[in-house]
């Protein structure tokens, strides 16, 4: 029974990520090939490519139900072999978002590569538009559930970063960042 469910899980991940590829053409790039398996979209998961956006999936890459990853127009996001997203993640991007090799993503993390500009108090801010940067979690690390990654930030390899954290910035040492803001709390 165990197999068959097997089989039918990964022939409809095929068939998902067939319909993803006739939908969004060379806007989506899938990493199949090798000894490991394709990537995993799960049926629940939201995926949405702008025009001028892409998506680069690589083998091994595993996207849990209830997820969302959302590319704005000329937007740019990786997720690199081997990468876990679990349930209730959202990986929104306006400009470039590289998720390492081997990284995991629990439950409910929030990557966000832009915020409001709110300069203007005469004007709403839905209405003055974003500033973006580039977000880079490195190869090996662990983000804990309710995590959130903000814009500008680089994480370095095996690196963890603790649940409910809020971090940002460029973080240079490997180690486990802590709280609001997050802060290192021991080297690795």
Known sequence: MQKIKKVFKWSFNYIRLLLLKLEYGKRIKFGINGLS????????????????????????SYISSYCQI??????????????????????????KIILGKNSLLANNVSIYDHDYCFGDLYKP???????????????????????????????????????NAVISGSNTVSGVYVGLPAKLKKKL
């Open 70 to 95: 959302l590319l704005s127009k000329d937007a740019n996001v990786q997720i690199n072999n081997g990468v876990y997203i679990g349930e209730f993640s959202r990986v929104v991007c306006r400009n």
């Open 125 to 163: 801010i839905a209405d003055q538009g974003f500033i973006s940067g580039d977000i880079k979690v490195g190869d090996n690390c662990w983000l804990g559930t309710n995590v959130v990654v903000l814009r500008n930030t680089t994480i370095q390899k095996n690196s963890i970063v603790g649940a």
């Open 37 to 60: 398996h394709p990537p995993y979209i799960a049926w629940k998961a939201k995926i949405n490519v702008d025009k001028g956006a892409q998506l680069v999936l690589k083998n091994g």
